[in-house]
């Protein structure tokens, strides 16, 4: 059973600059969610991704966007980087519907840094 | 909206004593909840999971929680700290269908030898 990969594992970029964030899912799962973790927070909704449709968003502004594949692969775009973007950006697969509601299998993340 | 609250950012246990993570969740109706955990660099892992049916979960490493919903607690135990639980630990809620997680603010398990 393959894991969920996550690439680049690090970046860094500059201020006004745009990033694409990429994720591959866990074998059988056709769901993807994003979650971005700045430096001593819980991860925090982005948005998720169910059969090439996002399927959610939290709080976060249209500059991030998304986009699922036929093989439940995801990215996430980030245009006009901001400071504050510099994170650890992680996917989480999972599968709908599910016996397992909520259970998240996680990649290890994308940590960008943003000056 | 549902979410969680975790008490206490940082916690510090002696190797083999008692560990004690608490997480209050607020929803109108009982959530789904999690606790996951993270090490250095790394993502987060599903440690055990409260969706319905027994109070007291079980999960892997030795940890269990229990949930109290006249408490709307979900804390987080395990009988003996080793010094590979430090790491840090994230309460969550979720629901069906949507799946979407919220996450508490996690906290950080020193073990001191």
């Known amino acids: 059973e393959t894991g969920v990969t996550q690439s680049p594992t690090h970046l860094i970029k500059t201020r006004g600059q745009q990033v694409t964030l990429r994720c591959s899912s866990q074998s059988g799962h056709n769901t993807v969610s994003w979650y971005q973790q700045a430096l001593g927070q819980g991860p925090q909704f982005i948005f998720q991704y169910y059969r090439e449709e996002e399927n959610g968003r939290g709080n976060f502004p249209p500059r991030f966007s998304g986009l699922q594949f036929p093989n439940y692969s995801s990215e996430l775009n980030v245009n006009a980087l901001e400071l504050d973007d510099s994170a650890l950006y992680l996917c989480?697969?999972?599968?709908?519907?599910?016996?397992?509601?909520?259970?998240?299998?996680f990649g290890e993340g994308s940590r960008l840094t943003v000056l | 909206a549902q979410s969680v609250t975790q008490l206490g950012s940082h916690v510090s246990v002696s190797e083999g004593a008692l560990v004690l993570l608490r997480c209050n969740y607020s929803?109108?109706?009982?959530?789904?909840l999690f606790w996951y955990v993270q090490y250095p660099n790394q993502g987060l892992q599903l440690l055990l999971k409260?969706?319905?049916?027994?109070?007291l979960v079980k999960g892997i490493n030795g940890f269990e929680a229990e949930f109290k919903k006249s408490e709307t607690s979900f804390h987080l135990t395990k009988p003996s700290a080793h010094m590979s639980d430090a790491a840090e630990y994230f309460c969550a809620s979720g629901r069906g269908g949507y799946q979407k997680v919220t996450f508490g603010t996690g906290t950080k398990l020193q073990v001191i030898p």
């Open positions: 989480a697969s999972s599968l709908i519907p599910s016996r397992q509601p909520g259970e998240l299998f």
């Open positions: 409260y969706t319905t049916g027994a109070t």
């Open positions: 929803s109108s109706v009982p959530p789904y």
